[in-house]
């Protein structure tokens, strides 16, 4: 269970974070958006991991732009996948933070990419874990959570959200399902429900523009932009981001940045770090010590 969250201003946003540990920083970076209808993400994701990587290094869990107990964006404009990027380098500028290991997963996978080749001065490493977002090919999400339980955004539905991006459901606990349910309550959640779906949002501005910005990312790591070392993790049994699609992500990363590595998790499918929180742990321990 992680405890004494912490708020800090990131540009007018009041931002969520949890900080433990001494040393090398690593910051963590959830996955999802804004106003989704499946599951709350929250830095609360990263809670079997935080205290074992913090006997090691200085750890900092972050609430993204939009999500947990973290603001929404001040203009509709922001609500894109550039603005929750740009809320992060705000916060690791605010924070006084360099050569820092950044770690993400899902869509936080995208979020560290694109934020290493934007501000590769911030960054030590840059960790991508099972993104599908910023992986190539198509995703199974949409077909797979077409069938969750309604009412959406219920403690049962997330319950099976979870369930269904899992291996097995050993790994959802009472406080990962209590967080997100109380997230899922807060006006300002609602209220990014309402923008996204109800608004229109989703479809009329935040995923047109991360589909081109990920094309152009793809692009930049295929010219050689990305010289920050890059570490690939996923989980074997992923069943929405396909292992094949983050072994095409890796084979494009590998071929232009010499310091890459890939590490795959068996019995692990998308939140790979919870279900085998040790392995993970490790494997982030060898890469940032070396």
Known sequence: MMTGARFID???IRTRYFEKGSGKTLALFHGSHFGTTDACDSALDWELNF??????????????????HTDNPKRDEDYTMAAVVGHAAGFLRKMGLNEVHVVGHSRGGYLVTRLTLEHPELIGSCIIVDSGTLSPGPSKTE???AAAPKPRLSRESQRWVIEHYSYDGKHITDSLLDGAAEIAQLPKYQEAVKKMEEQGLKKSRFLPQLALEKEETLNWIM????????????????????LKRGQ??????????P????HVLNRAGH?????QPEAFNHVIRGWVDR
């Open 143 to 145: 077909q797979i959570m």
């Open 248 to 257: 095409l992500l890796f084979e494009l990363i590998a071929e232009s940045t």
């Open 259 to 262: 310091d890459s590595e890939m």
């Open 223 to 242: 010219q050689g932009k990305l010289k920050t070392p890059t570490l690939v993790i996923w989980g074997y049994n992923d069943p929405t981001a396909a």
């Open 10 to 12: 990131v540009d007018g």
């Open 51 to 68: 205290d074992s990587l913090a006997q090691w290094f200085r750890v900092i869990a972050v609430d993204k732009l939009g999500q947990g």
């Open 271 to 275: 939140f790979c770090y919870r279900e």
